[in-house]
């Protein structure tokens, strides 16, 4: 092939995405800080502490470090816990806050998109079982009221609830996060409720905000049969996908879920303006008879395959492909809200960078509505249960000295995006070992 560029369509958004709780330091009023206390909980005891920082001020030059390295958008979460630090009170100093990052991204030319919830809660929801709890739903939606009030001037996409599958499953069935339950019913109950605190936040977004792009951001997890022949491989691969990758956005583009229960949500039918994608690894399932507490399937890597440093992401970039198609069932626009991998090998980040971002491009080449891409994630952040072992940053972090260092692959980024495209010369310079892949 000839050195061609895969370019992108007018308009399209080229940002990153950060959370709350993961950037912002001093957040002592949520699940996440009591979690952290507790021991045995977070890989060797480490803690969030100052992040990165945020809430100190550092906020403006990241986002000024972005803003001109070409980024047009910037996906950002709003953390209840200091906006309601308690059930009667809303803190107008954390809104003016957030109010001045918002403000300063739309002078530097950046659309927000802002999550309503990621991971965190306040400490008051928590006590009173958090998501177990239906009155979480209501104390959620008139949070939302209070946040697109204050914000409504600078922000109209909104993502509701941040991966309500990974915070379902890792809180209530494998334990990782917190409460660290392990039972499936309660993993129901956890999901049904937010799926209706979703779709409250959908109606209250819009009764304030009519114009406002509202949805979900789910993760999707490529999952499939590790011996394609052999059919129970099947059966438990689209068992496990459908059950992590499926219920919630079929929940609120159906109003129902008929497997494997029986939910009837009239209310959450239809709400859902886009359909944010977090994409990051692909897995393969085999029947096991032993595994019945993971629906008799085995997961697993696809043999030879490149892995991150602590082998949480297989580099599988067609699985990113599959993810935008599995995304168009739901006849909304898309965005791919998070992709990245954890690495201290940088060479290792622009691989997997230009390598996902042409399956991104291949989608766009089908005219699919696939509006904007954010990388996972600008520097690098307190990484929930895996403490700081994994570097997601385009720019290198030391949590300490709070020194940043730029990586290579901020620079790639830079040119990708301002190029609004992934030429030729660029996987050449920045990523030479996969060159024969994407230019054969
Ligand atoms: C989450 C992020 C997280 C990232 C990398 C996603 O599941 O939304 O908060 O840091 O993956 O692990």
Not at 112 to 134: A, Q, R
Not at 153 to 171: D, Q, R
Not at 320 to 330: D, H, P, S, V, Y
Request: aromatic share 14%; with cysteine; glycine share 8%.
């Amino acid at each position: 092939m000839g050195k061609a560029t895969f370019h992108f369509p007018r308009g399209f958004l080229w940002g990153t995405a950060t959370s709350s709780h993961q950037v912002e330091g001093g957040c002592t009023n949520n699940n996440w800080y009591a979690w952290e206390q507790e021991q045995g909980r977070i890989i060797q005891g480490q803690k969030s502490g100052l992040a990165c920082d945020w809430w100190g001020g550092r906020w403006r030059e990241d986002l000024d470090r972005a803003a001109e390295a070409g980024q047009n958008a910037h996906r950002m979460s709003i953390e209840w816990s200091r906006i309601q630090p308690e059930p009667d009170r809303w803190d107008e100093h954390a809104i003016d806050r957030y109010r001045d990052i918002l403000r300063r991204m739309f002078e530097r030319n950046m659309t927000p998109l802002v999550t309503l919830h990621h991971f965190s809660d306040p400490i008051w929801i928590y006590e009173k079982g958090g998501w177990e709890n239906p009155d979480t739903i209501v104390a959620f939606e008139s949070f939302v009221r209070k946040v697109v009030e204050a914000f409504k001037e600078y922000a109209s996409i909104w993502c509701t609830i941040n991966e309500p599958n990974v915070y379902a499953v890792l809180g209530y069935t494998m334990g990782d996060f917190p409460p660290g339950k392990k039972d499936i019913k309660t993993t129901l109950n956890v999901l049904t409720n937010q799926i209706k605190g979703h779709a409250a936040a959908y109606r209250a977004i819009h009764a304030i905000q009519p114009r406002a792009r509202v949805g979900p951001v789910i993760q999707y997890r490529g999952i499939a049969p590790k011996h394609g022949w052999f059919p129970l491989d099947s059966i438990v691969a689209s068992l496990q996908s459908h059950m992590f990758n499926n219920l919630f956005p079929y929940a609120i583009r159906d109003g129902k879920v008929s497997f494997p229960v029986n939910l009837r949500l009239p209310e959450a039918k239809g709400t859902m303006d886009f359909l944010g994608i977090n994409y990051y690894t692909k897995e393969y399932a085999s029947f096991s008879l032993k595994n019945s507490s993971e629906l008799f399937a085995r997961r697993s890597y696809r043999e030879g395959v490149e892995i991150s440093d602590n082998g949480m992401i297989a580099v599988e970039p067609e699985g990113m492909f599959e993810a935008l198609k599995w995304g168009l069932q739901f006849k909304v626009p898309l965005i791919v809200t998070e992709n990245g991998i954890e690495t201290q090998e940088d060479g290792l980040r622009r691989r997997y960078m230009v390598q996902h971002i042409h399956q991104v491009w291949r989608a766009v080449n089908f005219n699919w509505p696939v509006k904007g891409f954010f990388w996972w994630t600008l520097v690098d952040n307190f990484e929930w249960e895996r403490g700081w072992t994994q570097r997601f940053g385009l720019w290198e972090l030391d949590p300490e000295s709070q020194v940043r260092r730029k990586r290579p692959s901020a620079d790639l980024y830079a040119e990708i995006v301002r190029e609004n495209g992934l030429s030729y010369e660029m996987v050449e310079k920045y990523a030479p070992e996969v060159i024969e892949k994407l230019f054969p």
